[in-house]
């Protein structure tokens, strides 16, 4: 029966904070209002027409900043009581503009709609440059602030889940340090990343996760290769354009946002109890020493926890000169003890106009430090490992311990005596002048420098019985690395209309990128205290006899790029762009330190043709074709095309009688090694129809990554002597369908009623592992560690990467029946034997794909009067998940007398103990998630100092809707080739949370 985790208790009332602060905020703000005087009231009756002139049914009459309205009739006839002489009525419909009048003494009006061509017209940014919607011919989907998801969303990409069709973000933790996986049309790669690149008013790799969400205007998403191509050798995974808020002329805007809200674990494990586990223990004859207590660890070891966030803006300008300023602060703690972060961040962006216009400059200054405090997820796998029948603490206050047992290690413990802590400084300078040669002749010139430090202290305390400490006692750890990125880019542009209806659109451009990292680390053990943790590591006596302790690198790359772009539009109904770019980069081998990464694309709008024109029901119908090639550099570090030296161990040097660090080759030098190519291809058909009530697109594409970059095993007969080296082998390709679509339900003065979809299908396939030169194994198996310190879970290979299959496809044995308790396993290869100790390869088989087919998410908004309703829901199909927690907690005794057990255990009729990879586990992902809903509310406002003002009430991950029977199906779907596969459900994920929150926002 499917399993519903519903909407439980989330706070049984909001802390002392939550409440003063909001209705502080709200008394503060109803004192504020001022009223008029009511004018005097008139009726105002009339028709409201086409431009066809035919009387038009159901437009909205309201008269403006009240919610006194009506709707025009059959005809197109109105008739209004009540409106003040001094008002303005307000003629609005669905795919049409809307129109203001001032009443005066009018008793009559009359109007005329026509329709609304802004959607068309609206501007989108794409690379260096913006263009009209309806002349684009590439994949391009844009957001609005407006269309940001609600709830405690302290990260852009969390903003974004579910709204973009083809944008896959996947948040499988509820650690507020963690990052979503972000996969755009499918994993492209094995090694060299599989993120989109992100650009931020126009900077290329700013940190997206430093932007607050309240800072951006519009997010967008280049899909395809040929609307990605302009960035050619980073484009490879897509492209996500971020436009923040800039001042406009007029009078200073002061924007004020702020939230206070509190999260608790969704759903968790459901582990026995101290009297279940005591039964079981009965049940099974298993002999332990029973501590007496009742403990639930889970609920040690957690809390809930509490978040705030406030942000404000200052805006404004003149005619030559605009500003807009912000400054955000979040504090976020996580519900594991030791977690959260906070987080100062600044923003500054000028606008500035000379030379009689035609010297535009921007500068956009932004500062950002975080403040993180990481916990230990492996804290989560003891607590679960831990037997409720034993005491958190020992009598004389010390902490409990299991002594001499594997793995049980007491949680609180780990979290109490181990500190790490991040701090991340971001600061970003850039400069941007254009200027205008002559008439659409403009020459842009961009600045940027950019550097990051990222400080991380670790220190583990030698507090007796901290089995976790090292064997030198306590430990410390500092490190700091540094990244200082320097970009430079001229462009120049020209614009011609070759007609009234036709333009040509030229644009050539140089770039230069010189990015430098450097860093270093140095640590230290046995300290005589742990007063003054990592902070003083020469008072430690490790370093004496290990010089391994310190250690430090730098390195440097270089990007230097020519593109080209042509886009032409001809009679207002057929479009066409060409990009080219030439990107050289010196991470690659002599013989490929240069790529190409061309593009073209064509649109033709067909209702501009004779047999659609002036079609009645579709309003834009558009078909546009594709083609494109990007490249991938991002995910591999410099120098690995060369061959260096390296530390490797120590040798006995007779002359000073001791043991001196020793060198040896450190990697295979590749002169062919160069980008990661993405060919993409495909067709899309934009449309709107019914005045625009019904509007959306349909997209078709293939994805190929050719010369995928991967570290294969090096053949010594052709004398290299590393025995791996990077190298390009292979291809891989992702196919699929998006669809977006908008229907408004309802519109008028009262109520209205939208919804937006966006989903997309895709399938994955490995085509090939290897070239002319090298070649990985047919099935490459990856290890991913199901829980540190847990026997028997280091390192289990329940994924494969093979030609043919999806990227980390599960492959195991197949279980025929359970006996005695026993796994029997099915004879696959049909020669009558299996080894049921283990099943080798020939009795293995394919048990599942971890990628799911379809990705999609409901987006509906409602509002009434005043009152607005937004909920969300989110779906992933088609998925597969390894459930680890079943496999090792979920068998009859699973280690009692050890450790503890899921209930289900109780029922099971497994009892074996082994680790295999195998179907029995192997379960379905499918899921349908609420995942964000908000109610608010916008008070009316006079003429008073305030401007704008909502309050709202939102929450997060509300209702989920699945069969998994594991803690939560949305799993990560990062890919770290050695350490990690995607769809493995580990036992110390940090588990997801719900939240809810209290917010307003002002303007003034």
Known sequence: MMKSYQVGRYVERLSACVKSSIFTIAAMLLTSLT????????????????????????????????????????????????????????????????????????????????????????????????????????????????????????????????????????????????????????????????????VIDGVIGAPIENVAPEDILTMDVLRDASSAAIYGSRGANGVILITTKRGKSGAPTVDYSAFVGQETISQRPDLLNGAEYREAATKYKQTYTDGGANTDWLDVITRKATSQNHNLGISGGSENFSYRASVGYLDQTGTLLGSGKDRVNARLNLDSKAMNGKLMMRFNMSASQSNADIAQNRAIGFAMNMRPTDPVYNSDGSYFQIPGTFANFNPLAVLDNYSQKEKLQDLLFNAQAGYTITDGLVFNVSGTLRTQNRNNTTFVKSTPGNLLSTVGGNAGNRSLNATNDQQLETTLSYTKAISSNSTLNLLGGYTYQDVINDGFGAGNNNFLSDDLGANNLGSGLGIRTNPNLIGSYKNEYKLVSFLARAQYSLANKYFATVNLRRDGSTKFGDNNKWGFFPSVSVGWALNEEAFLKGNSVIDNLKLRVSWGRTGNSEGISPLRSRSFYGPSGTYYDGGTDDFLPAYAIQGNPNPNLKWEVNENYGAGLDFSILKGKLSGSIDWYTRKTKDLLYVVNAPQEKGFVFPTILANVGSMQNKGVEISASYQWIDNSKFSFSSTFAGSFNRNKVLSLKNDDFAAP?????????????????????????????????????????????????????DGKVNQANPDRNDQTYLGSPTPLFVGGLTNNIRYGNIDFQFQLISNLGAKIVNTNNLLLGRQDGRIAESNALKSALTTVVNDERTLPMDYYVESGNYVRLNNASVGYTIPVGKGVVKRARVYVAGNNLLLFTKYSGVDPEISQALSIGSQAPGIDVRETFYKTRGITAGVSLSF
């Open 35 to 198: 009223f008029t005087v009511m004018a005097q009231e008139v009726t105002v009756s009339g028709t409201v027409k086409g431009a066809d002139g035919s009387g038009l049914p159901g437009v909205t009459v309201q008269t403006k900043g009240t919610t006194k309205g009506t709707q025009t009739g059959l005809d197109g006839t109105y008739k209004l009581a009540g409106v003040p002489k001094s008002g303005v009525l307000v003629f609005s419909f669905v795919g049409m503009e809307t129109k203001e009048v001032a009443i005066g003494n009018k008793t009559t009006v009359d109007v005329t709609l026509i329709d609304d061509t802004k959607a068309l017209e609206e501007v989108v940014v794409v690379g260096y440059g913006t263009q009209k919607r309806k002349e684009i011919s590439g994949t391009v989907t844009s957001l609005g602030s407006r269309d940001f998801n609600a709830g405690i969303v302290t990260n852009p990409l969390s903003a974004a889940q579910g709204k973009v069709a083809g944008l896959v973000i996947t948040q499988s933790s509820g650690d507020p340090n963690s990052r979503p996986t972000v996969r755009l049309r499918g994993t492209g790669s094995l090694s060299a990343g599989s993120e989109p690149l992100y």
């Open 778 to 830: 047919d099935q490459v198996f990856l290890q991913t560690s199901l829980g540190s310190f847990i026997r028997g879970t280091s390192a289990v290979a329940f994924s494969v990467l093979q030609a043919g299959q999806p990227v980390g496809v599960f492959y195991g044995a197949k279980v025929a029946k359970i006996e005695n308790g026993r796994y029997v396993f099915q004879d696959l290869n049909g």
